[in-house]
């Protein structure tokens, strides 16, 4: 089992809230990247660091952390954001970069 | 733009090999380190480890040593992942991103297109 745990599946209706999350000890000292993947492609970063979004990411996206727990919120869902999300971060010896097992986020 | 474009899909018999590249461009390729990432049919993203591309040091995960070699072309500006005495298991989606640092944390921030890599008799 991953040293990250993420819920396998969410839902939220379309133009709700909703938050993933990610729980791992790492986190307490390391803050965890989202990555966004849809069904066929490559996964796309969507939040790095504290809460930083790359270019083209809407500001819908946030991400923060909260002790061995890091989240990803999204503020107001939209159809196009159904899709699998990823945490990373260090691993417990923190030389190494873990993933969590994803979330299947559907809009409903 | 930075663009990361990896060879098409291989299909291979239980005990060869696989040599999958992954060209970068549109970017200095040394600057920043190249990481492989696994993903099995219908499972998650597997962190395999990386290459310092300076140096051509690798890192790897558990689980990817012994049969995972990770090389460099940097006149080509080309990463390489090559992984031998292939197995069932061994099938799956290979995905190169480059790594970036911030906030004292690793990230991805650009991907290849990713390698499906068959292992079939």
């Known amino acids: 089992s991953s040293e990250l745990t993420q819920d396998p599946a969410v839902s939220v209706a379309l133009g709700q809230t909703v938050r993933i999350t990610c729980q791992g000890d790492?986190?307490?000292?390391?803050?965890a990247t989202w990555y966004q993947q849809k069904p066929g492609q490559a996964p796309v970063l969507v939040i790095y660091?504290?809460?930083n979004r790359p270019s083209g990411i809407p500001d819908r996206f946030s991400g923060s952390n909260s002790g061995n727990t890091a989240s990803l919120t999204i503020t107001g869902a939209q159809a196009e954001d159904e899709a699998d999300y990823y945490c990373?971060?260090?691993?417990?010896?923190?030389?190494?970069?873990?993933f969590g097992g994803g979330t299947k986020l559907t809009v409903l | 733009q930075v663009q990361l474009v990896q060879s098409g899909s291989e299909l291979k018999k239980p005990g060869a090999s696989v040599k999958v590249s992954c060209k970068a461009s549109g970017y200095t390729f040394t600057t920043y380190a190249m990481t492989w990432v696994r993903q099995a049919p219908g499972q998650g993203l597997e962190w395999m480890g990386w290459i310092n591309t300076n140096t051509g040091n690798p890192t790897f995960a558990q689980g990817f040593t012994g049969r995972f070699v990770f090389s460099l072309d940097t006149s080509v500006s080309t990463a390489y992942l090559q992984i031998s005495s292939l197995k069932a298991e061994d099938t799956a989606v290979y995905y190169c991103?480059?790594?970036?640092?911030?906030?004292?944390?690793?990230?991805?921030?650009?991907w290849g297109q990713g390698t499906l890599v068959t292992v079939s008799s």
């Open positions: 790492s986190l307490r000292n390391y803050y």
């Open positions: 991103a480059r790594v970036r640092f911030y906030d004292s944390m690793w990230h991805f921030d650009s």
């Open positions: 660091g504290k809460n």
């Open positions: 990373n971060s260090r691993d417990r010896s923190g030389d190494l970069v873990v």
